[in-house]
């Protein structure tokens, strides 16, 4: 069968629709449809981000501000005395590393040479 180029566009220009009388529907014009932002999966987000965030510096600032082993510094509170008068210590009344009050007595000199300063320091 040989079809000639006469009847392809003769049977192109008529279809078994043409002879109905009906209008065809026009197509309905779609609108884009913006998409909205769901804003509350939003929220949660970005409060989880900003929790997460504000616990991290805390950690962060507890880790840096709790003092270190290497941190450490040992200072030594040593008092140097120099006796007024000269002798022997007889008696030490205070044991190591006691914490000494005003008045008490830090040691004792032997009384011999208490005495001879005594009387060396008072005039005639």
């Not at 003092?67 to 120099?82: E, F, H, N, Q």
């Amino acid at each position: 069968m040989t079809v000639t180029l006469t009847e392809i566009i003769s049977k192109r220009g008529k279809m078994p629709d043409d002879d109905d009388e009906r209008p065809s529907l026009e197509p309905q014009i779609r609108v884009p449809v913006r998409r909205r932002i769901q804003v509350v999966p939003f929220l949660i987000t970005l409060g989880t981000v900003a929790l997460a965030g504000l616990l991290g510096w805390a950690t962060w600032a507890v880790y840096m501000d709790v003092p270190w082993t290497r941190d450490a510094t040992v200072r030594a509170y040593v008092v140097t005395m120099a006796p007024e008068v000269s002798g022997r210590i007889v008696e030490l009344p205070v044991a190591p590393e006691a914490v000494v009050g005003g008045g008490e007595a830090l040691y004792a000199a032997g009384p011999p040479l208490v005495a001879g300063g005594r009387g060396l320091s008072q005039a005639p």
